[in-house]
Nanobody
């Protein structure tokens, strides 16, 4: 079965960096779109970044230029490098997956907006000012 396990969360000061990682198992990793989503305290879940099998990506406007998503099809891992962190980045961060390969931008955008089929349990990121 699909398993997604996040790691790398923690508490840092504004301006700092964190690298989240998601270890995936139980499925053909290269045939899946992957993504990072987050849920700030008291708010709805939102897309952070998604990537398809060809490496095409979509980022939330709020993280563009600061966050980088990367997918390693050998190690079956999904990373999110987060730089220049802000207090508003505080949230529970979730790794997600859905079966797809190379998809039209509109399809990837739909996954970014609606979420994916499989989810990890999350890792908490707290940014202090």
């Amino acid at each position: 079965q699909v398993q997604l396990v996040e790691s790398g969360g923690g508490s840092v000061q504004a301006g700092g960096s964190l690298r989240l990682s998601c270890a995936a198992s139980g499925f053909t990793y290269s045939s899946y779109c992957m993504g990072w989503f987050r849920q700030p305290p008291g708010k709805e879940r939102e897309g952070v970044a998604v990537i398809d099998a060809d490496g095409s990506t979509i980022y939330a406007d709020s993280v563009k230029g600061r966050f980088t998503i990367s997918k390693d099809n050998v190690k079956n891992t999904l990373d999110l490098q987060m730089n220049s962190l802000k207090p508003e980045d505080t949230a529970m961060y979730y790794c997600a997956a859905e079966r797809c390969t190379v998809v039209p931008h509109a399809t990837l955008a739909a996954l970014f907006n609606a979420g994916m089929d499989y989810w990890g349990k999350g890792t908490l990121v707290t940014i202090s000012s």
